[in-house]
């Protein structure tokens, strides 16, 4: 789904109206919205496993994007440009052309990665913690240490790296996450978030001066935003931009006007047989 966002006075998101984008009786999660808004790349679940799927905003159906390639496909991410999507399969980071086209696999070992708004830099996350890779040749540089990290997110001049510490949500399990902040050469993090809470997903708004993410600090699941300082500080409180939506993952369009967010829900049904007294019961 995807709601509409804009800028008050006091430079805080304002959510508007959503629209659904996918939603059929299959598992459709981890949002990506392209650069330009226009565009949402997304998991499905299909026979073959996780796919990477793209949709327009305006309508349509939904295109297959990574469909040759074996094994589970995740996290998709949109270059700046909007003409890649870089994705996750079988332990490491593949590249695909938007439109279509042969996955390329770019870092042998890496997970959850993130685009530098100039496109030549890719923060990812494996067992050792973060690094950054150089898309036009180079060797990734280490800059944080830690076995439980994902989720990075750039800064728009990148200068900062924001992150999540702590296990990775799934349907199944949601476990307590912080936030962090570290400059984009390395050194010592910043806290964002506490530790007690789901913060998961963050986000840089356009301008770089806050980080939009998903908490339950308030008890549902709802979108967050941090003030940032010049020096990669936190400024103030958080404030609540939503109530009740319950996302898993966020991501912004690149001028912050539209934010695509998944919900799960879950569904049960009761069913009721007759038992004949004396009989054998097969429910099969």
């Known amino acids: 789904t995807v709601f509409w966002a804009r800028y008050s006075g006091a430079k805080l ?33 299909t026979p073959a496993g996780s796919r990477i799927f793209v949709r327009q905003i305006s309508g349509g159906r939904a295109n297959l994007l990574t469909g040759d390639l074996d094994g589970d496909h995740v996290w998709p991410r949109w270059s700046p440009d909007g003409s890649r999507i870089s994705f996750v399969a079988k332990g490491g980071i593949y590249v695909v052309p938007a439109l279509g086209g042969a996955p390329k696999r770019l870092i042998e ?91 998961l997903s963050p986000v840089f708004a356009p301008d770089g001066h806050s980080v939009l993410y998903v908490s339950n600090a308030g008890g549902t699941r709802d979108v967050y935003q941090q003030g940032i300082g010049s020096t990669g500080r936190p400024i103030g409180t958080s404030a609540r931009l939503t109530t009740g939506l319950g996302p898993y993952n966020i991501t912004l369009s690149a001028d912050g006007s539209r934010l695509a967010y998944d919900v799960v829900h879950g569904y049960a049904n009761i069913w009721a047989a007759p038992i004949t007294s004396g009989s054998p019961v097969n429910f099969a």
Do not use: C
Not at 32 to 38: C, E, L, N, Q, R
């Open 13 to 45: 998101f304002q959510a508007g109206a959503a629209t659904s984008i996918a939603a059929t009786a299959d598992i459709e999660i981890q949002p990506a919205i392209s650069p330009d808004g226009k565009l949402v790349a997304y998991v499905t679940e």
């Open 109 to 199: 070992d890496g997970d959850t990665p993130a685009w530098s708004h100039d496109g030549s830099l890719l923060a990812y996350v494996n067992a050792t913690g973060l690094w950054v890779q150089p898309l036009l040749g180079g060797q990734a540089r280490s800059i944080v240490k830690h076995a439980a990290l994902h989720s990075p997110a750039w800064s728009p001049d990148g200068r900062f790296i924001a992150y999540a510490e702590g296990n990775r949500p799934t349907m199944r399990n949601l476990s307590t996450n912080a936030l962090w902040l570290i400059q984009s050469k390395g050194g010592s993090p910043t806290r964002l978030s506490d530790s007690t809470h789901v913060n």
